[in-house]
């Protein structure tokens, strides 16, 4: 593993929890035609993410496609199959997506003070998110 650098940002969601990202810069919706509830993968047609499961990683992300369709498939994936991230980053999150991870304790963070999360953390980094604090620690993988 590489080095190890630290971002600060908005807290939404408390909590704390690490894992190996999967990193995007475009927005996601939770709805289940968009990620499976089962297994997290997600589906939607010409997305960077398509085919890759966002269960039990750092998912990092632009912005949030968000109904309370997408809340209620977020709660199903939580409560039913475990098959959220495990923290959430994003340059901003909205009011409904927030709500849900406040909901479900999924912790996350948006805002980061430092740039756009996908410039500073890549595919397969270790991240670790204390939303308490509003701190992300990223070790690079290389």
Not at 43 to 60: E, F
Not at 66 to 75: E, R, V
Not at 76 to 99: D, F, L, V, Y
Request: net charge negative; proline share 4%; aromatic share 8%.
């Amino acid at each position: 593993m590489g080095g190890t650098i630290t971002l600060h940002g908005r807290p939404i969601s408390k909590g704390v929890a690490e894992g190996e990202a999967i990193v995007t810069d475009k927005a996601l919706s939770f709805i289940a035609a968009a990620i499976t509830n089962d297994e997290g993968i997600v589906r939607m047609d010409g997305h960077p993410l398509q085919g890759r499961s966002v269960m039990d990683k750092v998912l990092v992300y632009d912005t949030d496609i968000y109904s309370t369709g997408a809340g209620l498939s977020f709660y199903t994936k939580w409560k039913i199959n475990q098959s959220t991230p495990r923290a959430i980053i994003c340059r901003e999150m909205h009011n409904i997506g927030g709500g849900f991870t406040i909901y479900t304790g999924v912790p996350s963070i948006d805002r980061i003070q430092e740039g756009l999360p996908w410039d500073l953390i890549g595919d397969g980094d270790w991240v670790k998110v204390d939303s308490e604090q509003g701190i992300i620690e990223v070790t690079k993988k290389s």
